[in-house]
């Protein structure tokens, strides 16, 4: 691609401003809900993970959907996986020109069986493998090229591996608070997450469990540059905005109905599906998040196949009828706290 020019130090220019970052999701970062969470503010976004061998091979192109930006897309950092420095060196050079990324990242925290051996947390078990990967993808480019860790594979060795990321030239470091061992059980340490923080000099992103604006606030307190959001930006782009302005309140049901209906619609031209056989499916987790306080509306939500079923399972809340600009006062409440959403009626 013509026309882009690689910024070096990216990380540090963002974190001068208040704000979350979206977290890479398989499933669900991809460029439309990126595009909704950088309108809502997020310092920046960072792209599903995307095999670096698999780049390199030939099968796929430009128009990769994982990596393929959103017309007009800034602040999206590209995410590789892979444990062979030629390769991820090369997929390197291959995604900054594709895709043209603010700055790379080392995925070293996916714990899916399926990627053993090719990367992703396997890399903890064996971390001076990792340092090489880093320096070899920091002599490929001058954009940041960061690595997103968790705090070991099955016991904690994050500082000692934050510590050698740190030499092997990466700009920042993103910790995820739980071993590979325990995927996405208990709950993430985020005393663990702040001695990593205290232990280098680069930024550290801290990782896991926030939900809500006020835990997000808590957790930065602990010493980390900032926090990285990912199942709590779920149906709910506005805690990026709540991060920037202090205003925590959600939407009311019609904004956030109209959202979830643009939502449909980005993804279907972003993919460039004429039906939405393909590209809505997807969504179907997603598009009831938005609206919790209508539990009503999911058994129809999870079954769309097009956009014109969205609008017309939501046109209630579109068209004003139930809880729009001009509802009446039997609306539904939700209050963020602590532990998610509270909902009540008035």
Known sequence: MTGFTPTPGFYAARLARPGAVLAP???????????????????WTVSEMISARGLMGGGDTEKLNLGRPYPGEQERVVQLFGAESDVLAGAVARAEAWFQPAAIDLNMGCPVPKIRGKGGACLLQTPEVAYELVSAMRQATHLDVSAKI????????????????????????????RTSAQRYTGQADWEAIARVAASVRVPVVGSGDILTPAQARERQRMGVAAVMIGRGSVG?????RALVSGQDDLPDAYTRARTALRHAELQTRFYDDDTGR??????RKVLPQYLPDYPELRDDLVQVVTVEDVRRVLQPLLDGSADGPDAGSDRAAITVTPNGYTVSHS
């Open 25 to 43: 999701m398989a499933g669900y970062s991809d460029a439309p809900m990126r595009q909704l969470a950088a309108e809502q503010g997020a310092l």
């Open 150 to 177: 968790r705090l070991g594979w099955d016991h904690d060795r994050s500082v000692e591996v934050a510590q050698g990321l740190e030499a092997a030239g990466a700009a920042l470091i993103t910790v995820h608070g």
């Open 236 to 240: 709910n782009p506005w805690i990026f």
């Open 278 to 283: 393909l590209t809505l499916r997807p969504l």
